[in-house]
């Protein structure tokens, strides 16, 4: 037995909207993959065609005010990788559920681009309005001194222009960035706690599809609802007797004990994402465009100390001297893991800091800072904007492209053995120019003749490494790392961790659904791994929680749908619905296929030596085909137990 969840359906082109209860699905995943499988097929439509529906919703239990519950998850086709993509920005909920509404479905297509303005209202009452933005987006996307543009500036635009339509002050606004009309990887975000917090739904890119394909700039959702008193400690009090029982502790002590890495871990004296992975991981962090998994120890770890003393260090003193207050903050709900760590006014994650730190040769943080502030006001996925960054810089140090075609003054360093920290610099300022190159519709200046990253932006790196041979400059796909998809440009590139888990054929990759600690393992074994670990994260995401709780949420779920009525089994829900996943990929034509590069199966090459796994370092060192026979017998595996599923 599922649940009732109220969806709000919106024909953004002819303004026409309704409200319809959709029965027997668990949250807004189920809701998004039933659709699109369903009655959406967006899988017979280009991503930018208006039948590319953008389903957001939140879990059940963001009505009942339960911390960590409330992620904004949204479902979509990616232009990224062709298929199915689940994304997902924290905190939004918070407001977002104020509306009585569980989901909302972008649907139709505006002429300009427009405001989606959502209120709730006591009795079930709902307003909804399509306005056409006041500001000219390309006013707001043009460049401008301190960072302050794009996406920036429209949240801002976009709150005012809200604010003067609504009913209510009770919104939260989230809104794409120039990187949405010239990529694949256009983000859709929300800044909070005075501009020094920004959350996004960033991977695969929705926002993209919200702006090209809906005619979609901003959304504000909002409303004066509040749960009923006894609904909210009806959950609380399911929540605190299923976490005495299976985790063993009180739940405030639970929910503390399970994200200390996320919050403050003292055994580190280090906490969040960029606190603690440094510290965990040392010598396994990929660095310079992955170059380091060719490298002994000795030289991983003489890079390490040097990111330990100049990128992580600062920070540390920053962020863990003297008060939290204003350094430790939350994505805007009241949670007590104030996961969000902020560094002289910008949010501070392992993920985008990295990928726009050391993946690119860029050692000093405050270097960094600004690169990820041009990422976040270009509302780019730092992941994917990293990766590109990395690989072009990396090609101009080997020599397969010219330095100036990427902007920089001179050839980048990219061996590890001969980075110096005096290189950062040099590297930052390249990498500026290829972010405004590559994201931006229309680069500033001469930026727009960076051939090399304007192909990155415009058509991904898959594409752009077949262009970039097919003119000459061979070699250039070797040095990519992705997971392919179908046999056209679709791919993923993966999270920053030295892992087979990141690239594995998978049927959504770019998500933490997945194996993705450093180790190695028999395909079979791994495709096990992965697949319980993806359907784990996807109950999760399914319920609106933050996967930072996870800790404690995967052991209490089902008693707290029990507590809403629904006697379910999250974990075989989610089995079942990641199979649809696999259906719609295959329908779609962007179903895995085997890697293409020679570092992408480096990878996996790498990290077996590393583990001392036997014959099969010996086998994948010298002998691609042995990669190939493991991705095969991964994807048999993962095949084998969808059916049993």
């Known amino acids: ?72 998850v949204a479902v979509f086709r990616s232009p990224l990788t062709g298929g199915l993509h689940a994304s997902t920005m924290g905190g939004a909920a918070w407001v977002w559920a104020r509306s009585g509404l569980d989901a909302l479905a972008v649907e139709g297509r505006a002429e300009e681009p427009s405001l989606l303005l959502v209120e709730g209202g006591p009795g079930g009452e709902v307003r909804v309005r399509v306005a056409p933005l006041e500001a000219r987006l390309g006013d707001l996307w043009r460049p401008r001194p301190g960072g302050l543009y794009g996406a920036r500036l429209l949240q801002e635009a976009a709150e005012a222009q809200a604010r003067r339509l609504a009913s209510t002050a009770a919104l939260r606004v989230a809104v794409v960035g120039p990187a949405a009309e010239a990529s694949h990887a ?53 929540a605190e007797e299923a976490a005495r ?29 960029f606190g603690v992975n440094y510290v965990h991981y040392r010598e396994l962090v990929p660095m310079l465009a992955f170059n380091t998994i060719y490298y002994n120890v000795t030289v991983r770890l003489r890079l390490h100390a040097m990111l330990m003393e100049r990128f992580w260090g600062p920070f540390q003193a920053e962020v863990f001297s003297g008060s939290p207050a204003g350094k430790w903050l939350t994505c805007g709900e009241p949670c007590p893991v104030a996961c969000k760590k902020v560094y002289r006014g910008v949010k501070v994650d392992y993920e985008p800091f990295h990928a726009l730190g050391p993946m690119v040769g860029v050692f000093e943080l405050d270097h960094a800072r600004r690169l990820v502030e041009h990422a976040d006001a270009l509302g780019v996925d730092a992941i994917e904007a990293g990766h590109a960054a990395a690989w072009l810089l990396d090609l101009a140090s080997r020599g397969i492209i010219d330095p100036a075609s990427i902007g920089a003054s001179g050839r980048p360093v990219m061996e590890p053995d001969r980075y110096k920290p005096e ?64 046999h056209g440009g679709w791919y993923m590139t993966p999270n920053l961790y030295w892992t087979p888990g990141m690239i594995a054929p998978l049927y959504m990759l770019g998500r933490y659904w997945t194996n993705y600690t450093p180790t190695f393992q028999e395909p079979e074994d791994y495709a096990r791994t992965s697949l319980q670990r993806a359907a784990a994260e996807y109950a999760v995401d399914n319920a609106g929680f933050c996967r930072f709780h996870r800790g404690w949420v995967e052991k209490v779920l089902d008693r707290l749908y029990e507590a809403l009525g629904a006697s379910v089994d999250p974990i075989g829900n989610a089995r079942r619905m990641y199979r649809l996943v696999a259906d719609y990929r295959e329908r779609a034509g962007a179903q895995p296929v085997p890697w293409e590069t020679r570092k992408t199966m480096d990878i996996l090459a790498t990290i077996a030596a590393e583990m001392g796994a036997g014959g099969w370092a010996e086998r994948l060192a010298g002998d691609p085909g042995a990669a190939l026979e493991w991705w095969e017998r991964f994807h048999a595996e993962v095949r084998r137990l969808l059916e049993a599923w």
């Open 423 to 486: 290189h950062s610099g040099a590297h930052a300022g390249a990498v500026e120019k290829v972010l405004l190159a590559a994201y931006h519709p229309e680069p500033p200046g001469e930026l727009g003749g960076l051939e090399p990253a304007v192909l990155a932006g415009r058509h991904g790196i898959r594409a752009a490494a077949r262009e970039l041979e097919s003119r000459g400059a061979s070699g250039a796909g070797d040095w990519a790392v992705y997971a392919a998809f179908g």
């Open 245 to 273: 029982e299976r985790v063993g502790a009180p739940l405030a002590r639970a929910v503390l004990g399970t994200t200390r890495k996320y919050r403050f871990d003292e055994r580190l004296g280090t906490g969040g994402t």
């Open 1 to 72: 037995m599922g649940l009732g969840l109220r969806l709000l359906r919106v024909d953004v082109g002819s303004g026409e909207w309704g409200v319809e209860e959709v029965d027997g699905l668990l949250g807004p995943l189920d809701l998004g993959v039933t659709l699109h499988l369903g009655e959406y097929s967006s899988y017979r439509y280009d991503a930018y065609s208006e039948r590319n529906a953008v389903v957001l919703g939140w879990g059940p239990f963001a009505h009942s005010r339960l911390l960590g519950s409330h992620r904004v």
């Open 186 to 238: 256009g983000a859709l975000q929300s800044w909070e706690h005075g501009w020094r917090v920004v959350d996004g739904a960033s991977r695969g890119g929705v926002g993209s599809v919200l702006l090209r394909a809906h005619g979609v700039a901003a959304i504000a959702v909002g409303g004066r609802l509040e749960p009923p008193r006894r609904e909210r400690l009806a959950a609380y009090r399911a």
